[in-house]
């Protein structure tokens, strides 16, 4: 697997207004091959979501193009590249993310619902992994915030995805369960993922095999 | 179960309140469009059995009696009056230019009657020159109507045995009539010496006679008139106002034309009513699934990430809509036909306009258009509040919720 930013950018506008925008990234050029697990940090604000959501192909860049595996990205229409998502990239949204009115189990299984890959037994295992396998049959809505991070990792790994973009992974996380987290998406890595986590996380950014920083929506190797 | 289907139906229970609400407005909806077209149905059919049944081109009832047991009262409503044309009238009026066919009718009330809880309207006519009633009765009774015979409009209710009381004497009831919606569902029907024989008894019977002195024989409460080819009612029936101070007469045409516009008018309303609660409800319906998109940005972006497209998390509001709407629809449509049925009959009274109800089938129609109108309502208005979201970049709707 290879993630390939070429020359991506994206700007905001302002109040809807033409004129008054910003460029939360910059015109960017970054590859991460499989097998690599790479952090981004930075400070509040600074364009690592915005790059992040960019890769992932949850935000479609104002100039240039993301390429996986030579494919680009915003070729594809919506549906086709949500399908695409769905089997390839796992991504940990910053913030809690559940459906609360569905059980660990079965927000964990979402992607194979829309044609990811993984199966209960799969999520059944992660969330062992992850030491919540026991509120599989909870409803999300009852989970604590270091409960929540934790499915929500368990669901971005589910398909067996060839790119992991992890947004804050273990800001709500003990010790001992970001030492879980950071190993299962090393474990994601070593089975041929690229794994990108945007974080403030000192234990994370250690863990990574690169390290880029982002500052006012310029992105630069540490 | 899909997935769109489980989250909808999460979705509806863990909301019971919004999901009421929401439902209740379908139900009013569905509720409208139900009971709106029954009574527009109703009175479309009134209106085509009051038509059928007229019969005649000119009805000439005695002048005393206009506004007060007058022709129309009588077909639509069973109101008789107790006023009647002397011999020599009825021998004017039927030597009027251009009528082709006359034949006499004879009113009388009855007294609260054995059979039923109300009084009864009783209407004599002569088999020997009617063209107005039998045509009606052929429809329901092939045989004869003889003396001693009557026929029973659609509502009276006959007892087993087949006879009812009039004035002390029993009567043989022939037949019973198909519904009408009008008045003379209520009314009792004979020939004109059994109609006779009720009076004279009603005279024996009673202190204060129907007829206060009118010979039963002769008496004449209305002559219904059919006109030669190409001959115009309404010049034949202004020829009788005319010349015979002591008649009205009524062109059907006119009695029709006014029965018509009333419905017009009642239909026009019964529609704006209709539409006025579709828009209402429509708009409120999408406020609601517009506030409830702009609640849900976060669950849509958890979906989105997950690999839902668009199309997905229509399906999802869809599902959503559709569960509450259709339960709503339904309960609204049911509601509609039990209260169009029950009050079918108060409809007839309150706008004194033939009501016909519609037959099952078309009954039934009306309740799959009823519940499938609020159910597309629902639906779309979910959809139309929804789209701008769902098409949304998924990173957006990510950046709205942080």
């Given amino acids: 697997m290879e993630i390939r930013a070429e020359g991506v950018a994206r700007r905001f506008f302002r109040n809807g207004r033409n004129t008054n925008y910003f460029y939360a990234v910059r015109k960017t050029d970054f590859t991460l091959k499989g097998g690599t697990v790479a952090a981004v ?159 403030h996380d000192p234990a994370a950014v250690g863990a990574c095999d690169l390290v880029y920083a982002m500052e006012n929506g310029v992105l630069s190797r540490e | 179960m899909r997935i769109s289907r489980k989250i909808a139906l999460r979705n509806v229970l863990s909301k019971p309140f919004r999901s009421v609400f929401t439902a209740a407005l379908s139900a009013l909806l569905a509720f409208a469009v139900f009971a709106g077209g029954f009574a527009v149905l109703s009175l479309r059919n009134g209106l085509e059995s009051y038509r059928e049944r007229l019969g005649a081109d000119v009805a000439v009832v005695p002048a005393a009696s206009k506004g007060h047991g007058s022709v129309d009262d009588v077909l639509l409503q069973g109101i008789t009056g107790n006023y009647y044309f002397s011999a020599k009238d009825v021998k004017k009026i039927k030597e009027t230019a251009g009528i082709a066919a006359a034949t006499e009718q004879f009113f009388l009330t009855s007294a609260k009657a054995g059979c039923c809880s109300a009084r009864v309207q009783i209407i004599g006519f002569d088999p020997e020159t009617d063209f107005a009633v039998l045509p009606w009765i052929a429809r329901s009774y092939s045989g004869e109507i003889g003396e001693g015979d009557v026929v029973a409009g659609a509502d009276i209710s006959v007892p087993g045995d087949g006879l009812i009381t009039f004035y002390g004497e029993t009567y043989r009831v022939a037949a019973q009539l198909e519904k009408t919606g009008t008045g003379l569902d209520t009314a009792v029907y004979a020939n004109r010496a059994t109609v006779a024989n009720m009076a004279k008894n009603a005279a024996r019977l009673l202190e204060t006679a129907p007829l206060q002195g009118v010979d039963p024989a002769a008496a004449v409460s209305a002559v219904l008139i059919r006109v030669e080819e190409g001959v115009d009612p309404e010049t034949v029936a202004d020829d009788i106002n005319v010349h015979i101070t002591k008649a009205e007469a009524t062109p059907a045409r006119g009695m029709i034309s006014g029965v018509a516009k009333g419905l017009s008018g009642v239909s026009g309303i019964i529609g704006g009513l209709v539409a006025a609660v579709w828009v209402l409800s429509l708009a409120v319906l999408a406020a609601v699934f517009l506030l409830l998109t702009n609640e849900r940005k976060k669950e849509f972006a958890v979906l989105r990430i997950s690999g839902a497209s668009p199309g997905d998390l229509l399906r999802v509001i869809g599902a959503e809509a559709a569960a509450v ?53 629902g639906v779309g208005a979910a959809f139309v509040a929804v789209l701008r979201t769902a098409k949304r970049e998924t990173g957006l709707l990510l950046r709205e919720d942080t």
């Fill in chain 2, 325 to 377: 709407s259709g339960a709503g629809a339904a309960a609204g449509t049911a509601l509609g036909v039990f209260i169009s049925l029950l009050t079918a009959g108060d409809l007839r009274e309150r706008l004194s306009l033939p009501v016909l109800s519609p037959g099952a089938g078309a009954t039934l129609l009306l309740a799959a258009l009823a519940v499938g109108f609020a159910l597309l309502s």
């Fill in chain 1, 41 to 199: 940090a930075g400070r509040s604000g600074s364009g690592k979501t915005t790059f992040a959501n960019l890769l992932g192909g949850l935000l479609r860049p104002t100039e240039g193009r993301v390429l996986y595996d030579g494919r680009d990205l915003f070729e594809m229409d919506e549906k086709a590249r949500s399908r695409f998502r769905a089997a390839n990239v796992g991504f940990v949204p910053q913030g809690l993310s559940a459906l609360q009115n569905l059980t660990v189990l079965e927000n964990v299984t979402l992607p194979a619902c829309f044609g990811g890959g993984g199966d209960r037994e799969r999520a059944m295992a992660l969330l062992g992994e992850l030491g919540i396998a026991d509120l599989a049959d909870v409803y999300a809505g009852e989970l604590s915030g270091g409960e929540a991070r934790r499915m929500s990792i368990a669901r971005a790994l589910l398909p067996v995805p060839g790119l992991i973009i992890a947004d804050e992974p273990t800001g709500d996380l003990d010790p001992a369960s970001t030492t879980a987290a950071l190993g299962l998406l090393r474990k994601a890595a070593e089975n041929g993922a690229g794994v990108l986590i945007v974080t």
